[in-house]
Structure formats: C-alpha cells, structure tokens
C-alpha cells in the first residue's frame, strides 16, 4: 500500500536556528496535510497544500507540494520553544476519499 | 464546545472491566474515525465511520466495539481488553463529499488508557 517516508525522525536544533523536515512517497498524492502534535495533545493541522507545485506559509511555517507529486516539505524559520513537538505529514491515498495516510513524524527537540 | 472534544481525557482500566470512549465534534462533518497511538508508533486507522456508515475497520479485535449514532458522535466500546492496548486513543473528523477527498481530518486532543 501507499507509504510516507518522513525525514529525518528526530531534531535537536537550538532556538532560533530554521528547521527543513520532508516527506516522500513512491506514489502520488493529491494533497498533502502537515500536522503538529504537541504532548498529550491531538494533531493538529497546520498547512494543506491541493496543488503541485504550491508553496503556502502558515507564520513562520512554509510547505512545499513537490512537482512531482510524491513528495513535500516543511520549513520553520526561526525556532522558538513553543515550536517543539511531532510534526506529522499526511495525504489521502488514491484510492479512497474518507481516509488519510500519516507519516511516522519528525521529532522537534529544542536545546536550551 | 468547538471542535472535536473528547471525553474522559484519561482512563485506568481493568483487563475485565467494560469501558466506552466518548468523541463529539461540533463541525458539521459527516466522517468520524478512531486512531489508536502507541508509543513511538506511527497513528494507527482503526475505524472510519461515512456517513454513519462503517467504511473500514482496520483488523481492529472484537474487544474494540465502535459506534457512531449519528454524524456528531462516535464512541469506542471497551471490554477485556489488554495491557498492550494501552495508548492514546484520538478522535478525528472530516467533510466528505462523494467521490470528492476527505482531506483535512480535525483531531480530538485523544483519551489516555492505561490497562492493568
């Protein structure tokens, strides 16, 4: 079945410094969803992208639907504390319209 | 309330105790599902609910018993169930529109169970 590749698993950057996490699938996607999740908490969404190509800002988060339709990225620029957590990418599979398929997560750890 | 709301937010159970999980959402979507997250697991689909109609049950066991009575509730019936359940149970709902895609599934902030 339809899989998504999140790289990398796990981040230490320090404060301020930009983060660049990325998704990739041997299949194409029509939408790609990013999700934030922080501790004890749901995911929730922070950018959807419908269009090759697209390059939508959420703040201080841009993502990316590559060109080729397999895969995406997420930027955050200038990174504050409140920024850690998993971010999780997401897109429905070709063949149904009431499910989505989640990437295993970047995990966002802060130093001091 | 707004969103999805998930109740109760942390439940202690019982290998023989019998238990529901309660999800709302106050959107207005027609499509509920049940994710199960264990941890450093990846989300796990357990059920999706279209139009109150069950569209997948992922190889769930029989201990996990959802219902969804109508578009803005689901719930999660539980009984005998064991130590390796325990995980954060998350809600989540979307719009579909036939033939159309579900895309942006909004979350529950999920049900914390712990089994005994």
């Known amino acids: 079945g339809q899989q998504l590749n999140q790289s990398p698993q796990s981040m230490f950057i320090q404060e301020g410094e930009d983060v660049s996490m990325n998704c990739t699938s041997s299949?194409?996607?029509?939408?790609w969803l990013w999700y934030k999740q922080d501790p004890g908490e749901g995911p929730v969404l922070l950018i959807a992208l419908y269009k090759a190509g697209e390059l939508t800002s959420n703040g201080r988060l841009t993502a990316q639907f590559g060109i080729t339709r397999k895969d995406s990225f997420l930027n955050i620029s200038a990174s504050i504390p409140s920024d850690v957590g998993i971010y999780f990418c997401a897109g429905p599979p070709l063949n149904r319209d009431d499910k989505i398929i989640f990437g295993k997560g970047t995990r966002l750890h802060i130093l001091p | 309330e707004t969103g999805v709301t998930q109740t109760p937010r942390h439940l202690v159970m019982g290998m023989t105790n019998k238990k529901s999980l309660k999800c709302e959402q106050h959107?207005?979507?027609?499509?509920m599902y049940w994710y199960k997250q264990s941890a450093k697991k990846p989300l796990e689909l357990m059920f999706v609910y279209n139009f109150k109609e069950q569209t997948e049950n992922n190889s769930v066991p029989s201990r996990f018993s959802p219902e969804c009575p109508n578009s803005s509730h689901l719930f999660l019936h539980l009984h005998t169930l064991q130590p390796e359940d325990s995980a954060l149970y998350l809600c989540?709902?979307?719009?579909?529109?036939?033939?159309?895609?579900?895309?942006?599934?909004?979350f529950g902030p999920g049900t914390r169970l712990t089994v005994l």
């Open positions: 989540a709902s979307s719009q579909v529109s036939p033939g159309g895609a579900s895309n942006e599934q909004f």
């Open positions: 299949s194409i996607f029509n939408t």
């Open positions: 959107l207005g979507h027609n499509a």
